[in-house]
């Protein structure tokens, strides 16, 4: 089994994203019915669950903002986003792997684009309105206030793990 250890809004930054795949649809984009919560995908891993839940809730990060503010798209529109290239959460997405362990080339220090999917496989004739939707609905800012744990092909959490705030 492969697990994805993701960054988990705050309640507000939820329901901003999940406005905007609503924004979505009412445009004509295909969005499917989100399976896990809005997040951004930290690392992925197919190590023994408990050994990956061990690893999550000894990483010693804190709760971080986030500041969701360029669209974009990867694949030619297999994935359309909502991201940052912001220096301070990259910094802290590298904390994070120094004790999560992560599989995922893509999600390796300097390999790692920190966004938010809001729609796969979106047609060439709609791709300009999807962007110009998801635009419209920028910045979305917000806090970074757990980890989940999640499956790929599963749906919901199997693990949060609260953070605490940078204040402690």
């Known amino acids: 089994m492969t697990y994805v250890v993701c960054a988990a809004f705050d309640p507000d930054l939820d329901a901003r994203v999940l406005a905007l795949q609503q924004a979505l649809r009412?445009?004509?984009v295909h969005v499917a019915p989100p399976r896990h919560r809005p997040h951004l995908t930290l690392a992925g891993s197919a190590r023994p669950l408990d050994e990956l839940l061990d690893a999550v809730r000894q990483t010693p990060v804190a709760a971080q903002g986030v500041h969701l503010d360029?669209?974009?798209?990867?694949?030619?529109g297999a994935v359309l986003w909502a991201g940052t290239d912001d220096a301070a959460l990259?910094?802290?997405h590298r904390n994070v792997l120094q004790d999560v362990p992560n599989e995922f080339p893509n999600a390796g220090p300097g390999q790692w684009r920190a966004h938010?999917?809001?729609a796969r496989r979106v047609p060439q004739q709609l791709r300009t309105t999807a962007l110009d939707?998801?635009?419209?609905?920028l910045p979305l800012t917000g806090r970074i206030e757990a980890l989940a744990v999640v499956q790929?092909?599963?749906s919901g959490d199997l693990?949060?793990?609260?953070?605490p705030s940078p204040h402690r």
């Open 70 to 76: 360029e669209a974009g798209e990867f694949r030619r």
């Open 133 to 137: 939707v998801v635009r419209a609905a």
């Open 152 to 154: 790929v092909g599963g």
């Open 159 to 163: 693990a949060l793990h609260r953070l």
């Open 26 to 28: 009412d445009a004509g």
């Open 116 to 118: 938010c999917t809001l």
């Open 90 to 92: 990259s910094d802290w």
